[in-house]
């Protein structure tokens, strides 16, 4: 079975981070090994909350998996709280990286145009330097746009999305792809670029107006499940576009879907059934 180290937050409430990761990666066959950074009452979204900071554990756990000769396949990670986490969460990538391990970095800080409570430009910057070191990066296009410097805009052409792509790749990182990318009226998806050899690939899905927080989360943990799962990477993103999509659908039908979240549990029968027809 391929083992998976996941850094990232657990909100206690919220759907996000780990809460929804760990769920989804092991149900994929996936043994997922967590290190939480924080733990948060509930995520940023809500109008209040309380966190116990983790980050000092961060390394001394690290070491122990270390002197117990214990290897990740991959590294995934997701929301980190302060610079002072990016930079133990790219010492521990260092420590456990070895050949074909993947390091699959989604830069989770903004929306919209605008970064999440708490984060600043810096913050943004150190990102950066985080997405330099990995295999495959899933920024939205406002991340993408805080890690380049390019103006965030809402209504842009292919040209833009290249752009971006081209200028995460020229910062390090092996395949840039941007999440939430519409290249038509009314669809949305990824766009990505292979930083080798240059060439694009895309998928799109018709857009559902509304949006629910942790999605990016969910459609993260279901692209590297299935890249760990020996999917090529076009077809794990789309198997990933598809799920969060066909999940965003399915919480829209629930009367008494939270506003905080995403209905994740109910479509992991689906997924599993889908990946069984793939392999
Ligand atoms: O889903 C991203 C996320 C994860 N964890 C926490 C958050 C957010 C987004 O706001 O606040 C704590």
Redesign the pocket.
């Known amino acids: 079975m391929k083992r998976i180290l996941t850094i990232?937050?657990i909100?206690c409430l919220?759907k996000?981070?780990i809460t929804i990761a760990l769920p989804v990666l092991s149900a994929m066959g996936i043994e997922t090994v967590i290190l939480p950074t924080?733990l948060?009452s509930n995520?940023?979204?809500f109008p209040e909350?309380s966190k116990l900071d983790l980050s000092g554990q961060m390394m001394q756990y690290a070491l122990m998996w270390k002197k117990n000769g214990v290897r990740f396949d991959a590294v995934y990670t997701?929301?980190l709280?302060t610079i002072d986490e990016i930079g133990k969460t790219a010492e521990i990538i260092d420590l456990f990286r070895e050949e074909g391990t993947l390091v699959f970095v989604d830069p989770?800080m903004g929306d919209n145009g605008k970064l999440?409570?708490g984060f600043s430009d810096d913050y943004a910057a150190q990102n950066a330097l985080l997405c330099a070191r990995a295999d495959i990066i899933v920024p939205n296009i406002t991340e993408a746009c805080l890690m380049t410097g390019v103006s965030y805009r809402e209504k842009y052409d292919e040209g833009y999305l290249r752009e971006l792509c081209v200028r995460l790749c020229g910062m390090g990182a092996k395949t840039a792809v941007i999440t939430g990318a519409s290249l038509a009226e009314g669809k949305t998806g990824v766009y990505g670029m292979d930083a080798r050899t240059g060439k694009i690939f895309t998928y799109q899905n018709d857009r559902i107006s509304t949006s629910y927080?942790?999605t990016?989360?969910l459609f993260a943990s279901t692209a590297v499940g299935a890249l760990l799962r020996g999917i090529p990477v076009h077809e794990a993103l789309k198997i990933a576009a598809d799920h969060t999509s066909e999940t965003i659908r399915v919480t829209m039908e629930n009367p008494g879907n939270p506003w905080y979240g995403v209905d994740f549990e109910s479509t992991i029968p689906d997924l599993i059934r889908k990946l069984g027809e793939e392999q």
Do not use: E, K, W
Request: net charge negative; hydrophobic share 20%; glycine share 22%.
């Open positions: 990232q937050d909100s919220g996000c981070s924080a948060l995520h940023t979204l909350y997701g929301y709280g989770v999440y409570r927080h942790g990016g989360d």
